[in-house]
């Protein structure tokens, strides 16, 4: 095909090496203070003021004309989701239902003074009460949970006592964090990670809420293995369904998809206020079981007393802390984690920036300040924080109004919720964790982009169903670790070719029209050299150029002993032998090139073995030169003495062109015989 409109471009300039190119252009190191560095950089007070309370950066500029009315609708939208959301998350935490408006209105007052993104909606979130859930069960009193047994009187530690605990010490975890500078940990935790950590937890929230929407009795189930452990205990108690709960569960699913599905799209395109169907369900459903009774005609588990007003503050129990350090590490790196892809995702849409490492002083704090006030481990909820941006939310000001209707509603409105069935409340969990089930569509597209993430999310996915979120927490970090640390033991490398009449090289096995030069190999490698990597680097180098130095040079000496026994006695019959061993020699190599443009990093160790594979090659005649490596390595090579004022010092060009013209031009000076090189 005949190229067209190509354009053209023709330098002249000197070969360059590094050594040249520093002396030409006044090459200066950078001056550096190691302990200046270590040293956080002078900021004013006003400055650090501002970065640790945003509020005091964006509350004066707030524009009270345009952005309060907007920001009271999309405060009233999330208030009236908070209010059956919370509850339904608190029962998934197997907490009192109250705590769920607790959380909406705490933490949001202390993230809207700490917090950067403007849409998150701080609070109640399934994975961490999820989370939250499974250390109650396992250090909470059992007697709190037998609600058939009157006669029982708990006396070990309450269901709030270790959600408060928990809150306390992921939050300090949080602020530790913080103060270390970590908020880049979040990194280690990749978005296959994360979506097949959401995924399997959204099914296993499913199966945990089945015995609360068929209205079984179950005892309450912890330690590893919860969802087999649960579906086993619902198939052998499958014939006391309550079908009274049942017959509730299943129109309250169908009423409020119906309304997702088909009513929601309708309303979208005339109003960006989504339908209450959670609330209208909630009060319509609770209006229905006060009156029809159906806690004692049919046996509906309903949630029972609701205190009202606001809970006094007061310290959590610091004796339960040390029983849930697992717990609360998970805790603290899991909310984070959610916290910041939300918020991140936010600020995109937003075009706006968000802080990591301040998101973790908002979240430690908003944990540490919650679990004085009767809340649980907080998070940011996507579906929440999704439509307070869809409905026009400018800023954290809707924050401010969640928390004053819900304290409204606390203090007047929450003992009408007494008669709510639970089984409610689980249909709420399972219709807004629709979409996060269907997520697993995800994998198929993830294992042909690639295996390996294929596989982490398959890992993370199956551990986190069938085994526990810890489990699944730490496989996923493992396996990412592990596929890091694969490809860096499996990097790119090849054989460089010239596009004739350019100073362009491309990898010969891919691009036929790449050609080699004669007595020069070209060798490409893309990662990083270090002491882990560098037999893999030096066992890539022999396959390519295909020799292997060190096997070259026995030869090459075996070759001489016989071509020395042939001159001493003609009648020797070594000369088959000779013939076997030139085969498999290389005299035409004379130049290695290696190109460092894609080379990230060099230690000490490698750059010794560097200095080995030089003085191997040497000694067959063959010359190393090192091209395309950045200015920092080339300080690393002068530290390690590869690069030196000597006459034996390793030569380093600008580019791979500089190197292979510099070698051409080498091997056309006449030799010592009068033969070129």
């Given at each position: ?40 950089k ?21 524009q ?36 769920g ?90 978005d ?41 205990v ?8 309550n079908y ?24 979208a ?39 009202t ?6 310290f ?96 007047w ?24 089930l ?11 982009l ?7 999310w ?11 979120m ?46 080699d ?27 390519k ?47 290695v090139?290696?190109d ?26 063959i ?47 006449p ?7």
């Open positions: 095909m005949e190229r067209e409109n190509v354009v053209e471009i023709s330098i002249q300039r000197p070969l360059y090496d590094y050594e040249q190119v520093r002396k030409n252009f006044q090459y200066e190191e950078p001056k550096k203070n190691f302990f200046a560095q270590l040293l956080p002078k900021v004013s007070l006003k400055d650090l003021a501002l970065k640790t309370f945003p509020v005091l950066e964006w509350l004066p500029k707030y009270w004309k345009t952005e309060l009315m907007a920001d009271l609708i999309a405060g009233y939208t999330i208030a009236v989701m908070n209010i059956p959301q919370g509850m339904a998350y608190a029962l998934l935490a197997n907490c009192p239902a109250v705590v408006i607790y959380m909406a209105i705490f933490p949001p007052l202390v993230y809207f003074v700490f917090g950067t993104c403007k849409q998150a909606s701080v609070g109640s979130f399934a994975i961490t009460c999820l989370l939250t859930g499974k250390a109650v069960l396992e250090h909470a009193d059992p007697a709190y949970f037998d609600t058939t047994d009157t006669d029982v009187t708990p006396t070990g530690y309450s269901p709030l006592q270790i959600g408060c605990a928990l809150s306390l010490l992921s939050g300090f975890i949080q602020l530790l964090m913080y103060c270390l500078r970590l908020g880049a940990v979040s990194a280690l935790l990749s296959v990670l994360v979506k097949a950590f959401v995924c399997g937890s959204a099914y296993q929230i499913v199966i945990t809420q089945i015995k609360d929407l068929v209205g079984i009795h179950m005892p309450k189930i912890s330690g590893n293995f919860l969802t087999i452990k649960t579906l086993k619902i198939f052998d108690d499958i014939q006391d369904v009274a709960a049942l017959i509730i569960s299943v129109t309250a699913i169908l009423v409020m998809l119906f309304n997702n599905e088909y009513l929601k799209p309708i309303v395109k005339k109003s960006s206020v989504p339908i209450p169907i959670e609330l209208i369900v909630v009060i319509i459903v609770t209006l229905i079981s006060r009156y029809a009774r159906f806690n004692e005609k049919y046996g509906v588990k309903i949630i029972g007393d609701i205190p007003g606001l809970p006094e503050p007061s959590p129990d610091f004796d339960v802390v040390p029983k849930i350090i697992t717990d609360g590490i998970s805790m603290s790196i899991v909310s984070y984690a959610l916290l910041v892809s939300v918020a991140l995702m936010l600020a995109q849409k937003g075009n706006y920036e968000v802080d990591p490492n301040q998101e973790l002083l908002a979240l430690g704090l908003s944990n540490v300040i919650g679990s004085c006030f009767s809340c649980i481990p907080t998070c940011s909820s996507l579906t929440r924080s999704v439509i307070q941006e869809v409905v026009g939310g400018k800023t954290q000001m809707v924050s401010i109004v969640v928390s004053l209707i819900l304290t409204i509603t606390l203090l409105i929450a003992p009408f919720f007494e008669a709510l069935p639970k089984s409610i409340l689980a249909c709420i969990i399972v219709v807004s964790l629709k979409n996060t269907t997520q697993i569509k995800d994998f198929v597209k993830i294992w042909k690639s295996k390996i993430d294929g596989m982490v398959l890992s993370t996915f199956i551990a986190v169903v069938f085994v526990s810890e489990v699944a927490l730490m496989v996923g970090l493992a396996l990412s670790l592990f596929c890091i640390l694969l490809l860096n033991f499996k990097p790119y490398s090849c054989i460089l070719g010239s596009i004739p009449h350019t100073d362009v090289y491309l990898d010969t096995e891919r691009y036929k029209g790449a050609v030069i004669r007595g020069i190999k070209i060798f490409h490698y893309c990662g990083g050299m270090n002491f882990a990597s560098k037999n893999i680097y030096k066992n890539n180098l022999y396959d150029i295909g020799m292997n130095p060190q096997r070259e040079l026995i030869y090459r000496r075996k070759l001489d002993k016989l071509e020395g026994e042939m001159k001493n006695d003609t009648s020797s019959k070594n000369g088959e032998k000779i013939l076997k061993l030139k085969e498999k020699l290389n005299f035409d190599l004379k130049y090139i290696l460092f443009s894609s080379v990230s990093g060099l230690d000490p160790c490698t750059a010794d073995m560097l200095q080995n594979e030089i003085t191997t090659f040497r000694k067959l005649g010359t190393i030169y090192i091209a395309a490596c950045s200015g920092e390595m080339y300080n690393t090579l002068r530290k390690c003495r590869l690069v030196n004022d000597g006459k034996d010092s390793l030569m380093v060009f600008l580019t791979v062109h500089d190197a292979v013209q510099t070698a051409v031009n080498k091997m056309r000076e030799s010592v015989d009068g033969a070129t090189r």
